[in-house]
């Protein structure tokens, strides 16, 4: 890939863009950790996202192919969701994201407070 890829039809872009929101890459890693799971189990897991956040980022997975929605003809009624193989697929890129955040997260923080003028360089 070169740096002409990233024009605003690529590929690379929708790649990026799929997982910006900020839960959607949270609930893709761990369903790639945990397997099938139903939203209650996500939401416990996960900590900190409302079930309607749940809700809206499994049906932004489910309608870019990344997870699959399987309903249980049940009562009650039943469902429980799981990765696609190309949902699957994005664990590994998202691994290396966070052995990079693991490596320069701190450099990250640092220009960010001195960003915002809490931190002083000095020479």
């Not at 839960?23 to 761990?30: A, H």
């Not at 997870?67 to 249980?72: A, G, K, L, N, S």
């Not at 966070?98 to 960010?112: H, I, P, T």
Request: glycine share 8%; with cysteine.
């Amino acid at each position: 890939m070169d740096e002409d890829d990233y024009t605003a039809d690529c590929r690379a872009r929708l790649a990026f863009e799929m997982l910006a929101n900020r839960w959607d890459s949270v609930v893709v890693f761990t369903l790639g950790a945990g397997g099938p799971m139903r939203p209650s189990a996500l939401v416990a897991r996960i900590g900190g996202i409302k079930p309607k956040v749940l809700h809206d980022a499994l049906r932004r997975l489910e309608s870019n192919g990344l997870v699959f929605r399987r309903e249980y003809s049940e009562a009650p009624p039943r469902v429980d969701y799981a990765l696609t193989e190309i949902g699957a697929a994005l664990l590994e890129p998202m691994r290396a994201m966070g052995q990079w955040a693991l490596r320069y997260g701190d450099a990250v923080l640092e220009a960010q407070e001195r960003a915002a003028g809490r931190v002083t360089v000095r020479s």
